[in-house]
């Protein structure tokens, strides 16, 4: 075997051993589970990453034919309406065998066609091993999207034995604004510059950003629950966080080990969606920041477009961490934690950057899909977020309406804070 094909094999092996001790803690029930109803139910998902798999690499860059038709389609996207009356809903779906024999089939088949795929190196999907990458990268991401599923789902569907206890309780600590000097920022990668990057990442361009000031820290759970305070109890159960439960008159917040009292997730960022953070931030007499302004932000030095260095953030993480217990990651500006424990709603609408071009013929979809201003850009990463995504061109978004994510924010201001 030639080093780079075992090299390449050992990489998918690695993601799909981690699918397998993702799905591995859900119980046979709970594949039929549809815990947020603008999802798919979970069966969907374990599907979806080997026909995802099959779909770009065997089919799409290879040009073979379909190797299961029904399933390769079934599997093939998943779904973000805008309601759940819009969302699909099938009658019944294989059986979770019928699936396992499927993804077998399509591991098996990937890895004889690695050698296929290194030598078309005339075809940018395949040069570079770019397919593979892509593919690699789509089964980490579905890694922590998974994970909200499952906190969203009901007690005893997902083994949640395994969850460590935290390695930090308390309430953290309150944000202060600080001020950020204006400056250029780079935004994006050149297609040249990454070995592999998705569409949107590319188009390098310069903005600059303007005198600003940024909280420190992202807003926590506490700080939401006194925002909610001052409002009538009518008003008070549509604000709640789809993040926290209700018990007995007392909120709990969800987390994939099942939920656990406010006492020790208060001081952990507050999970929202960008309507909710962008209301929260006009309440105070502030805003989001935009995408350009946290980049800007979140340097490590004024004079280098480096990032600060990530923290609380890694996949072996179980759940967030107070705010204020990475100072290490202060950036040049004294902001913490931009990069960790909770993407940050931004008010940048997710668009494509100077020059877009969805390179990658077989997933002609993946951005420009949501190119239709009802998303906006998060940024950062969460705690569960496998760090091949901290690269500095990275991109994520969600629906701004949508709830379920690892999204918390921070509040920007134009004027100093009177705080
Ligand atoms: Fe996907």
Redo the contacts with the bound molecule.
């Keep these: 075997m030639s080093g780079a094909r075992a090299s390449w094999i050992g990489r998918l092996e690695g993601a799909w051993a981690r699918s397998d001790e993702v799905f591995a803690t859900l119980s046979p029930a709970a594949f039929s589970l549809r815990p947020i109803a603008l999802r798919h139910p979970l069966l969907f998902y374990l599907g979806?990453l080997p026909a995802?798999a099959y779909n770009q690499i065997v089919r799409g860059a290879l040009d073979e034919p379909p190797l299961d038709a029904a399933l390769d389609t079934l599997f093939e996207?998943?779904i973000d309406p805008e309601s759940a009356s819009d969302a699909v809903s099938l009658a019944s779906w294989p059986s979770v065998a019928e699936v396992i024999a499927y993804r077998d089939r399509v591991r098996e088949l990937v890895r004889e066609r690695v050698s296929s795929v290194l030598a078309k190196r005339d075809d940018v999907l395949c040069d570079k091993g770019r397919v593979l990458s892509l593919v690699i990268e789509?089964e980490r991401m579905?890694h922590e999207t998974l994970q909200y599923l499952f906190a969203q789902c009901p007690e005893g569907a997902v083994a949640r034995a395994s969850a460590p206890s935290p390695d930090v309780v308390g309430a953290g600590r309150a944000a202060r604004a600080v001020d950020i000097a204006p400056g250029p920022v780079v935004l994006g990668a050149r297609f040249d510059e990454l070995d592999f990057g998705w569409d949107n990442e590319f188009g390098a361009e310069t903005r600059s950003v303007e005198r600003f000031w940024l909280d420190d820290l992202p807003q926590r759970n506490q700080d939401w629950l006194d925002y909610m305070g001052v409002y009538s109890m009518g008003a008070q159960a549509s604000l709640a966080p789809a993040s926290w439960v209700s018990r007995g008159g007392q909120w709990l917040v969800r987390t994939v080990s099942g939920p656990v009292a406010m006492d020790e997730a208060a001081g952990w960022p507050v999970q929202v969606s960008g309507a909710q953070a962008r209301a929260f931030c006009a309440a105070r007499g502030g805003r989001l920041a935009t995408e350009a302004e946290l980049h800007h932000a979140a340097r490590a030095r004024s004079d280098s477009d480096a990032l600060a260095d990530p923290a609380l953030v890694d996949w072996a993480r179980a759940r967030p961490d107070p705010v204020g217990s990475a100072p290490e990651s202060a950036s040049a500006f004294g902001v913490e934690e931009l990069i960790g424990n909770g993407w940050e709603w931004t008010s940048t609408e997710f668009a494509p950057r100077p020059g877009f071009e969805a390179w990658a013929r077989t997933y002609p979809g993946y951005s420009s899909d949501f190119f239709d201003g009802q998303h906006d850009v998060v940024f950062g990463g969460a705690w569960p977020t496998d760090r091949v995504f901290l690269r500095r061109s990275f991109r994520n978004w969600y629906r701004r309406s949508y709830p379920y994510a690892f999204t918390s924010f921070r509040v920007a201001y134009d004027e100093r804070a009177t705080r």
Excluded: E, Q
């Design positions: 979806h995802f996207r998943g789509h579905h």
